[in-house]
């Protein structure tokens, strides 16, 4: 157990609809970062917040959004989804700002399925 | 831009055999790389990494992995495997510039057979 703690674990939904994924780092943890693994495009990352402010941004599309709340959780909005949408949403959580000298922690992930 | 070759799709090995997952790197600046390993229905956990300076990297679980800089590759070796390292493993790279922004490659699935 990581230690960080996403929710729902399974979301299905269809095509059009919005969803909001959530996501409780590690105690302690200021940076969430949230990625994205699909059969089609891999594992890939999403975007960075660092307390409560976005540090980073990968290859996120318009349609997602992600912030962080003043507890530290964070959340990934994802609207107007389409059936390639659907993957396993990541999350991770590091200490400080984001380096390679911190260790990402990971959570189990929340499976999207878009009929 | 950065990029990330991992060779093999597929390992299959036996139980105490040896073993090498291949990664290959592309970029134009400094970067730092890393292996994660994936287990099923699980989060990524990470293995090793390597930041500076020696060039060999011990990580959890036995494994240890070398950066090759001239060759650009950082492969994961295993000097003896166990089923339970059947798993999903992932080498990535991030810098700093920019932001800190990790990419993976796609993935070697090892199988260890008994």
């Known amino acids: 157990d990581s230690g960080v703690t996403q929710t729902p674990k399974h979301l299905i939904t269809a095509t059009g609809q919005r969803v909001t994924l959530r996501c409780s780092p590690r105690?302690?943890?200021?940076?969430v970062y949230w990625y994205q693994q699909s059969l089609d495009q891999g594992l890939q990352f999403l975007i960075h917040y660092y307390n409560g402010e976005e540090r980073a941004k990968g290859n996120i599309l318009e349609r997602f959004s992600a912030q962080q709340f003043p507890d530290l959780h964070s959340e990934l909005n994802l609207s107007s989804l389409e059936l390639g949408d659907s993957a396993l949403y990541f999350c991770?959580?590091?200490?400080?700002?984001?380096?390679?000298?911190?260790?990402?922690?990971f959570g189990p992930g929340t499976r999207l399925l878009v009929l | 831009a950065q990029s990330v070759t991992q060779l093999d799709s597929q390992v299959p090995v036996f139980e105490e055999a040896p073993v090498e997952l291949r990664c290959n790197y592309s970029s134009s600046v400094s970067v730092y790389l890393f292996w994660y390993v994936q287990y099923p229905n699980q989060g990524l956990q990470l293995l090793l990494k390597?930041?500076?300076?020696?060039?060999l990297v011990k990580g959890i679980n036995g494994f240890e992995a070398e950066f090759n800089k001239s060759q650009t590759s950082f492969h994961l070796r295993k000097p003896s495997v166990h089923i339970s390292d059947t798993a999903e493993y992932f080498c990535a790279v991030s810098r700093n510039t920019g932001g800190f922004k990790t990419i993976f490659g796609a993935g070697t699935r090892l199988f260890v057979k008994a």
């Open positions: 105690s302690g943890d200021l940076s």
């Open positions: 991770a959580s590091s200490v400080y700002e984001g380096s390679a000298r911190e260790t990402q922690y």
């Open positions: 390597y930041l500076s300076g020696s060039t």
